[in-house]
């Protein structure tokens, strides 16, 4: 999937986890940050992702240590960030943001025909029986879906708000 997908995903579960917890504005806005970075993190291993352009020699190292879609798609790799977070009390619902975010990411390169080291360091290729090609309309439709039901999201829980304040 494209980091468009991925980072869509991303920030709607970031705005999913916000409204969840009630969390107040700048909770919310970091929320949803954390949680679209988590989204496309696990491209650090594609040198050309938008990730991996950012930080350019910690994903070359990533990508010529382990390769593409392997140890940073894998459920070791997520559970190694799920520890280090736990180590550092990172607050619960940015927790469940960062953690979910990543797996969004692995769940979508699951539907893509290429797969990913679920289990890596087992070299297997894990992917869904249906899958569709990266940048496609699927993909393209994902993004614009995810982004839909984001806006929807925050649009609605805001609108409560202030029904609320008013009613009160
Ligand atoms: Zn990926």
């Given at each position: 999937?494209?980091?468009?997908?991925?980072?869509?995903?991303?920030?709607?579960?970031?705005?999913?986890?916000?409204?969840?917890?009630q969390?107040?504005?700048?909770?919310?806005?970091?929320?949803i940050?954390?949680?679209?970075?988590?989204s496309?993190?696990?491209?650090?291993?594609?040198?050309?992702?938008?990730?991996?352009?950012?930080?350019?020699?910690?994903?070359?190292?990533?990508?010529?240590?382990?390769?593409?879609?392997?140890?940073?798609?894998?459920?070791?790799?997520m559970?190694?960030?799920?520890?280090?977070?736990?180590?550092?009390?990172?607050?619960?619902?940015?927790?469940i943001?960062?953690?979910?975010?990543?797996?969004?990411?692995?769940?979508?390169d699951?539907?893509?025909p290429?797969?990913?080291?679920?289990?890596?360091?087992?070299?297997?290729?894990?992917?869904?029986?249906?899958?569709?090609?990266?940048?496609g309309?699927?993909?393209?439709?994902?993004?614009t879906?995810?982004?839909?039901?984001?806006?929807?999201?925050?649009?609605?829980?805001?609108?409560?708000?202030i029904?609320?304040?008013?009613?009160?």
């Amino acid at each position: 999937m494209t980091g468009k997908t991925h980072s869509a995903a991303g920030i709607l579960i970031g705005a999913a986890v916000g409204i969840h917890f009630q969390l107040d504005i700048f909770e919310m806005a970091t929320c949803i940050v954390v949680s679209g970075l988590a989204s496309i993190f696990p491209d650090i291993c594609h040198t050309r992702s938008k990730i991996g352009q950012r930080l350019p020699i910690f994903s070359h190292i990533i990508k010529h240590l382990f390769g593409h879609r392997t140890f940073t798609h894998s459920s070791l790799f997520m559970f190694g960030v799920y520890y280090a977070l736990h180590m550092i009390e990172t607050p619960i619902y940015y927790m469940i943001g960062i953690i979910c975010g990543m797996l969004s990411h692995v769940i979508l390169d699951m539907l893509t025909p290429r797969g990913v080291h679920l289990f890596f360091p087992i070299p297997i290729r894990i992917r869904f029986p249906i899958h569709f090609k990266t940048g496609g309309t699927i993909d393209l439709s994902l993004a614009t879906t995810f982004s839909f039901v984001t806006l929807y999201l925050l649009f609605e829980s805001t609108m409560k708000q202030i029904l609320n304040y008013f009613l009160q």
